[in-house]
Nanobody, 112 residues
Framework: EHFEEFGGGLVQPGGSLTLSCAASGFPFSGEIMLWHRQAPEKAREWVATVFPGGATFYTDSVKGRFTASRDNDRNTVYLEMTNLRSEDTAVYYC???????WGQGTQVTVSA
């Protein structure tokens, strides 16, 4: 299983970014996909879940601001992030539910 995240960067508070994650090595369309993040000096935390049919769940701190989605034809998951806050600064990772593999992640920095 392999995950490769893209799209991070530096953005001002209130700004937006869309992350993408290319997954391979397993039958993507039938798997639950997750987004996680790890802020500096903090434990990695779950952010969002995308079910095979597209249903989503989010941690409370990002509800109404983040939207997760997937393209089963491209084996890719997305995380659209709006109204970004400084506390969203973290390295963001995607993962297949139940996997022990991790990608390199993509850094998101929210700062003026």
């Amino acid at each position: 299983e392999h995950f490769e995240e893209f799209g991070g960067g530096l953005v001002q508070p209130g700004g937006s970014l869309t992350l993408s994650c290319a997954a391979s090595g397993f039958p993507f369309s039938g798997e639950i996909m997750l987004w996680h993040r790890q802020a500096p000096e903090k434990a990695r935390e779950w952010v969002a879940t995308v079910f095979p049919g597209g249903a989503t769940f989010y941690t409370d701190s990002v509800k109404g601001r983040f939207t997760a989605s997937r393209d089963n034809d491209r084996n890719t998951v997305y995380l659209e992030m709006t109204n970004l806050r400084s506390e969203d600064t973290a390295v963001y990772y995607c993962q297949k539910d139940g996997s022990t593999a991790w990608g390199q992640g993509t850094q998101v920095t929210v700062s003026a």
